[in-house]
Every structure is written in C-alpha cells, then in structure tokens.
C-alpha cells in the first residue's frame, strides 16, 4: 500500500491512498451539501432557524447512530479520559460550528448566493494563521502563498464596488 505521510508528528499513522481519496470524496460531497443549504434557503420561503433544527436533528440521529454503532462493533478502550477541560472544549467547538452554519444559513437573503460561498470557503486563510498563533507550527511559504490566491481570487469573484466600476 502506498502511504503518504501528510501529518506533522512522525509517531502518527501514515494516510493511505484509499484512505486519502475517501476523505477527499467526502469532503466534496460535504461541499456540496452545504452549498445545497443556502439554494435550498434562497428557492423556498424556509428562515434559517427552520433548517438549523431540521439539520440538527437530523446529524444528532445520523451521527449518534453511527457513534452508537462503532461503540458496539469496536472492542477497544478508549485511552484517554473525558475530562472537564474536554468537555467544555467539545462544548466550544459545537457551538463554534452551529455558529458557522447559522450564520451562513441566515446570510442568504442578504447577499447573492455565489458571493455568499465564495466568502464562506475563505475559512483556510483563518485556519492557517489560527493553527500559527495557538498550535505554534511554522507558517510556510506555499501556505501564505496559497492564503493570498484565496483572497485575490474572493476579491476577483465578489467584485465588491468601491474596487471595480459598477457601472462596467
């Protein structure tokens, strides 16, 4: 099996090739179903609080259930134990996401559709500069690089006024 090694910590287990284009697979189609969201919400006369719970309960049972069925399959113990500090940085992170979708649910009617994605996939450039600032690692010059194309080509898509004529 061909392996990649695409972590930062040499003790971690390598990524295979299978593996790689499975998570390359559901990341697209992950893409595609949040993009779905925000047509869904501009086509039809649902609020973004409506689709919120509609979405939230429905990843509660699907991904509950397929927790709940690991848990049964699998033998193993976990190694590590649910503390505090662990439960209240799950905590942050749910609503950090929920927060995420909400806002982009509700950002729908005030915005055209595409420029409403083009700015929501510029997440990246915040990662990259957040994993610097907390987790310390190097910025390296493909992802500045790789930043900077992000926002050039954002600014090229949204065309925003006060940069180009609007009355081209």
């Known amino acids: 099996k061909k392996t990649y090694n695409m972590l ?20 697209l189609i992950s893409n595609l179903i949040y993009v779905g969201n925000g047509y869904i919400v501009k086509w039809t006369e649902l609020k973004a609080p409506e689709i ?5 309960v429905l990843q509660i049972i699907l991904f509950g259930g397929l927790v709940w069925k690991t848990k049964q399959e699998s033998q193993e113990t976990v190694k590590g134990k649910l503390n505090l500090p662990i439960v209240l940085l799950l905590a942050l992170y749910g609503f950090c996401v929920s927060s995420s979708s909400f806002g982009f649910l509700a950002a729908v009617p005030f915005m055209p559709i595409g420029d409403l994605i083009v700015v929501s996939f510029t997440s990246p450039v915040f990662s990259v500069f957040i994993d610097r600032v907390i987790l310390k690692r190097p910025l390296t010059w493909l992802s500045v690089l790789l930043c900077f194309l992000i926002i050039a080509g954002s600014v090229l898509v949204i065309q925003p006024p006060f940069l180009f004529d609007p009355n081209v």
């Open 8 to 27: 930062y910590n040499s003790n971690e287990k390598k990524v295979t090739t299978r593996n790689l284009v499975l998570g390359t697979s559901l990341i």
């Open 52 to 56: 919120a719970l509609v979405r939230g």
